[in-house]
């Protein structure tokens, strides 16, 4: 009975619940980096282009090694944003990829290799342009798995992954934009 108890503390402890790394209502425990574009206010974190087109990041402040993130997001249009994992070279897209001139939403971005290793599946069919889609992506090492509005679409393991890092929303520079987050939360595994 003592090893089962162990083990299930050891479970517990090594999946940790889901925590809010937005407050709904400041950018406290963020940076940016680049361009201040970035505003929240009733539960929403929005990222609005400025005149300039100027490039974001949106940072944690905190690393994490082996996680699982989720949010929502929304947007309306030609969008180029995503979700960085760990550091600025891993990337999760959303949006209209600036070299494909297509969306990739929801596939990995690998900055040192210029371009997309893998193209994540039925995202056509699952993504909702003017309504709350949701986004799980789990990091494990350097396998990247990433849910669309609840369903897998995508595995890729990165040779380039880091083994620890802040988790960054972007906003791509040279692109007129706006894309809202919310329900922002992380869960160390």
């Known amino acids: 009975m003592k ?3 162990y083990f299930l503390a050891a479970t517990l402890i ?4 889901p925590e809010a790394i937005f407050d709904g209502k400041s950018l406290a425990g963020w940076k940016t980096s680049g361009a201040d574009v970035w505003t929240a206010a009733d539960g929403v974190l929005t990222g609005t282009s400025n005149e300039k087109k100027q490039g974001s990041t949106l940072w944690t402040e905190k690393g994490y090694t082996d996680f699982v993130v989720s949010c929502e997001f929304r947007f309306e249009g030609k969008i180029d944003s995503g979700v960085f994992l760990r550091h600025e070279n891993d990337q999760i897209q959303i949006g209209i990829s600036g070299s494909l ?3 990739m939403t929801a596939s990995p971005y ?4 210029k371009g997309y290793p893998a193209e994540a ?3 056509a069919e699952l993504l909702k342009e003017g309504e ?3 986004m799980r992506i789990t990091a494990k090492g350097p396998v990247y798995t990433v849910e669309l509005n609840g369903k897998e679409v995508m595995t890729y393991t990165s040779e380039t992954a880091k083994d620890k890092g802040p988790i960054g929303l972007q906003m791509h520079a040279g692109v007129v934009m706006k894309i809202d987050f919310r329900a922002i939360t992380l869960a160390s595994q």
Not at 14 to 17: F, G, I, K, L, P
């Open 3 to 5: 090893i089962l108890s």
């Open 14 to 17: 090594s999946h940790a619940a």
């Open 101 to 103: 001139k297509r969306d």
């Open 110 to 113: 690998i900055a040192s290799k």
């Open 121 to 123: 599946k039925g995202v």
């Open 132 to 134: 709350w889609n949701t």
